[in-house]
Antibody
Framework: QVQLQESGPGLVKPSGTLSLTCAVS?????????WSWVRQPPGKGLEWIGE???????NYNPSLKSRVTISVDKSKNQFSLKLSSVTAADTAVYYC??????????WGQGTLVTVSS | EIVLTQSPGTLSLSPGERATLSCRAS???????LAWYQQKPGQAPRLLIY???SRATGIPDRFSGSGSGTDFTLTISRLEPEDFAVYYC???????????FGQGTKLEIK
């Protein structure tokens, strides 16, 4: 059973770059899933950020596309998110997930990233 | 961009009752592309339904999904105490590829 675990700094300064990694265990990152990032500001709803296939093909949310880069490292069985020029509005719990049948399952437990000086 | 609107915003019911949650799309959505999730406080969302009506692995049969076009419904036949949570619908569009979520319905104990 595939399991996901997010990791990365919990605090990022305004105008800086948010960097997170999602480690995939219990299966190969080349297994056929697409791999997504989703975020949830405190007390608010869910926003899809983007996804990547093991080939490196990506799809991004148009509202974030100019600031987002998602990459994959098959040797480490993990994928990563970079979000540049962050502001307080980017403060959220960030989840990674596997995408198949046009839905997300499984999900990581999530990691809170706060943007503050 | 297709917008998903969930109603009601909050639903107050008692254990044992039937819950009906609505998700309306601003444009027609393929049934294959509609999913439902449950989220409890401090937890990641959990996939309940995909393809509008297929239960995900391990989901009890009291959860069912239905609908087509612009109107979709999640029904919980008999509420258990652990079902009180926030529920989100989600849709996928293929060009450009993108996922969007509804704003959520909070199911609370009456």
């Amino acid at each position: 059973q595939v399991q996901l675990q997010e990791s990365g700094p919990g605090l990022v300064k305004p105008s800086g770059t948010l960097s997170l990694t999602c480690a995939v265990s219990g299966g190969s990152i080349s297994s056929g899933y697409w791999w997504s990032w989703v975020r949830q500001p405190p007390g608010k709803g869910l926003e899809w950020i983007g996804e990547i296939y093991h080939s490196g093909t990506t799809n991004y949310n148009p509202s974030l596309k100019s600031r987002v880069t998602i990459s994959v490292d098959k040797s480490k069985n993990q994928f990563s998110l970079k979000l540049s020029s962050v502001t307080a509005a980017d403060t959220a719990v960030y989840y990674c997930g596997g995408t198949s049948w046009y839905s997300l399952d499984p999900w990581g437990q999530g990691t809170l990233v706060t943007v503050s000086s | 961009e297709i917008v998903l609107t969930q109603s009601p915003g909050t639903l107050s019911l008692s254990p044992g009752e039937r819950a009906t949650l609505s998700c309306r799309a601003s444009q027609s959505v393929s049934s294959s592309y509609l999913a439902w999730y449950q989220q409890k406080p401090g937890q990641a969302p959990r996939l309940l339904i995909y393809g509008a009506s297929s239960r995900a692995t391990g989901i009890p049969d009291r959860f069912s999904g239905s609908g087509s076009g612009t109107d979709f419904t999640l029904t919980i036949s008999r509420l258990e105490p652990e079902d009180f949570a926030v529920y989100y619908c989600q849709q996928y569009v293929s060009s450009p590829a993108m996922y969007t979520f509804g704003q959520g319905t909070k199911l609370e104990i009456k």
